[in-house]
């Protein structure tokens, strides 16, 4: 797999996200060289955030609402994130049976990528997953940037991954 180019396709969708408005995550979904469904996060503008939109999650259900792609291993997809997956997307990623995570920038107020499955029930503990981080990050950490820099977006504005993103070095 061209871990890069599929990383690029989902940076482009954070961009639109960014431009949008949006907390900027894009995520795509592909199997055998083919993108299956993509996501963008949604519902950060305004007072009160959406907190089920994610990108991953849109992934998932734009997938889930495609006939054409029944018939797929799921555990032969792969999906490309901009931020490292959450605890609920990554649990939802596990559930649906898919193959190996991608992921660009690490969350480290929220990621849960990095839990220990051993630890969980069966339903979560016998999934088979492989996870790359890294892949792109530079380019997701300056979108991530931008976003924490525009003082007219308020989602996670002073947390924990803003003032991190900010102090990072490009």
């Not at 555990?75 to 660009?104: H, N, Q």
Request: charged share 20%.
């Amino acid at each position: 797999m061209n871990h890069d180019h599929y990383m690029k396709e989902a940076l482009g969708l954070a961009e639109t996200a960014l431009k949008e408005g949006e907390f900027p995550v894009g995520c795509v979904l592909v199997c055998k060289n083919r993108i299956l469904a993509t996501g963008s996060r949604k519902g950060t503008l305004g007072a009160t955030a959406n907190e089920v939109d994610h990108a991953e999650i849109i992934a998932l259900r734009n997938l889930s609402d495609t006939e054409s792609n029944n018939d797929i291993d799921r555990s032969e997809i792969t999906l490309y994130s901009t931020m490292e997956p959450c605890l609920m997307c990554f649990g939802a990623i596990l559930l649906s049976g898919i193959g190996k995570i991608v992921y660009a920038y690490e969350d480290v107020m929220g990621g849960g990528t990095k839990s220990d499955l051993k630890s969980l029930s069966p339903l979560y503990r016998d999934r088979k997953i492989s996870i790359i981080s890294g892949i792109l990050r530079n380019k997701s950490l300056g979108i991530f940037k931008v976003y924490f820099s525009n003082p007219s977006n308020s989602y996670w504005r002073s947390s924990l991954l803003a003032n991190y993103t900010l102090a990072q070095k490009d």
